[in-house]
């Protein structure tokens, strides 16, 4: 077997999405590309991160525009639902791919 040139391993490294590097933001995107949305306290369950952490890990997903944040009322206290966006859609299946590359070049 030969080694991977260092073009291989650039391009391997391509798809690779910085800010899904923090596990709860991984996390977070796993969930919501199978799901239409999902409840700010179930993604919370999900990442076991405080509600400050978790947040501040939607914000910054939101701020890069791969996921949509909505908030609305039910039974009287104010509910925040996160969905995946088509470029959140696009730039986690890239992300993956990119790391599905990586792991498939490791040696075992």
Request: net charge positive; glycine share 4%.
């Amino acid at each position: 077997m030969s080694m991977a040139t260092e073009a291989e391993t650039t391009a391997d490294l391509d798809g690779l999405e910085p800010l899904l590097q923090a596990p709860a933001r991984l996390q977070v995107m796993a969930v919501l590309s199978h799901v239409q949305d999902a409840e700010f306290a179930r993604l919370r369950e999900i990442t076991k991160c405080s509600d400050s952490v978790l947040s501040k890990h939607l914000s910054a997903l939101a701020d890069a525009d791969l996921i949509a944040l909505r908030k609305a009322p039910v039974d009287g206290r104010q509910r925040t639902w996160a969905r995946i966006t088509a470029t959140g859609r696009m730039r986690f299946g890239k992300h993956v791919a990119a790391l599905k590359q990586i792991l498939a070049g490791a040696a075992v």
